[in-house]
Nanobody, 123 residues
Framework: QVQLVESGGGLVQAGDSLRLSCVCS????????MAWFRQAHGKEREFVAR???????YYIDSMKGRFTVSRDNAKNTVYLQMNSLKPEDTAVYYCATGYNGRSWTTPLAWNNWGQGTQVTVSS
């Protein structure tokens, strides 16, 4: 069974950077598409970025240029580098895998989720 564990969240100031990590165990990581979502308090879970097994990346427009998703197949790990953080980036960040063919940007497209890591950006 696939398990995902995120880390790297914390409390930072506006303009700072963070790098989130997500370690995948129990499957064939190198063959998986991976995604990052986030969920702010009281809001729906929101797509952030996706990286295919071959390394192709996709972001929603508001993240382009600030966030970068990458993967290290030797470490079974996917990363989310976040730069120029803003208070509105405050959320719990989740990684996901187990893509089931639906639109990438909906949480329903992903069958396996980590527990999330909190990112708080102060102004």
């Amino acid at each position: 069974q696939v398990q995902l564990v995120e880390s790297g969240g914390g409390l930072v100031q506006a303009g700072d950077s963070l790098r989130l990590s997500c370690v995948c165990s129990g499957g064939f990581f190198s063959s998986y598409s991976m995604a990052w979502f986030r969920q702010a308090h009281g809001k729906e879970r929101e797509f952030v970025a996706r990286i295919s097994s071959g390394g192709t990346t996709y972001y929603i427009d508001s993240m382009k240029g600030r966030f970068t998703v990458s993967r290290d197949n030797a470490k079974n790990t996917v990363y989310l580098q976040m730069n120029s953080l803003k208070p509105e980036d405050t959320a719990v960040y989740y990684c996901a895998t187990g893509y089931n063919g639906r639109s990438w940007t909906t949480p329903l497209a992903w069958n396996n989720w980590g527990q999330g890591t909190q990112v708080t950006v102060s102004s």
